[in-house]
């Protein structure tokens, strides 16, 4: 099952896809502004969604399809980890008419998918408050302050007196998305774009894959956060 955050109505679906270790809370400032139906969910092994016994994109992607269920066309904008999913779920779905990738890590050295893995197979930490949990949060989903402690609440659970994150840590094993393959596989308009400060991922790289990336001046790997207006005009 997976928690759920949504507005609107209509045909026309918004699918709003955080990144790895985040939550759908962060999309606050984007889903009104669709004019139509927006959901917004926790991925799998992330917030309050149930975890899967193995991650991949595919796998992710295939807990999604049931939400835009009816929809006559959906449009994605998913940020990093949820940009792969997304171009997995635009493979499934016929629905997937657009589909805006943000911040999506292309290239992966061998050093950074071995940290992944040993972060994967870590025990889960546990903190005394939930100041500390959450500052621990903020951190490994990349938030930083770009949002307040009534976004960040709900990647943290409290069990037992102590807190952890909601994040299971097998989800880091999710490896490096092979996006030559999923752009190949999309059936849906596919726009790659970036902030222009983003240290995950180049425009150099975008270009390889696209002819037309998209590189947001002035914006950094949340950009969603940093400008909202920015980014919904992408769609």
Do not use: C
């Not at 270790?21 to 917030?47: E, K, V």
């Not at 991922?201 to 950094?220: F, K, M, S, Y």
């Amino acid at each position: 099952m997976l928690r759920v955050r949504e507005g609107g109505s209509g045909n026309d679906v918004l699918l709003l896809l955080h990144g790895l270790g985040g939550t759908g809370d962060i999309w606050g400032a984007i889903g009104p502004r669709w004019n139509g139906r927006w959901i917004a969910p926790d991925l799998p092994g992330h917030g309050g969604s149930d975890h899967l016994p193995s991650y991949t994109f595919e796998a992710m992607a295939a807990a999604l399809i049931e939400l835009t269920a009816g929809a006559l066309s959906v449009n994605v904008l998913g940020h990093s980890l949820g940009g792969a999913v997304g171009l997995a779920l635009a493979a499934m779905s016929d629905r997937v008419r657009r589909l805006v990738g943000l911040g999506i890590k292309v290239v992966w050295a061998p050093e950074e998918l071995e940290r992944a893995r040993a972060l994967s197979e870590r025990p889960i930490t546990w903190f005394d408050t939930e100041a500390e949990a959450l500052q621990r949060h903020r951190r490994v989903a990349g938030l930083g302050d770009l949002v307040d402690d009534s976004v960040a609440r709900h990647g943290v659970v409290k069990e037992g007196g102590r807190w952890r994150l909601a994040l299971d840590p097998a989800a880091f094993a999710v490896g490096a998305p092979d996006l030559p393959a999923l752009l190949a596989g999309s059936r849906a308009e596919v726009i790659l774009a970036r902030g222009e400060h983003d240290p995950m991922v180049t425009h150099a790289q975008l270009a390889a894959l696209v002819p037309d990336p998209v590189t947001l001046p002035g914006l950094g790997h949340n950009a969603h956060l940093e400008d909202a207006a920015t980014v919904f005009a992408l769609l």
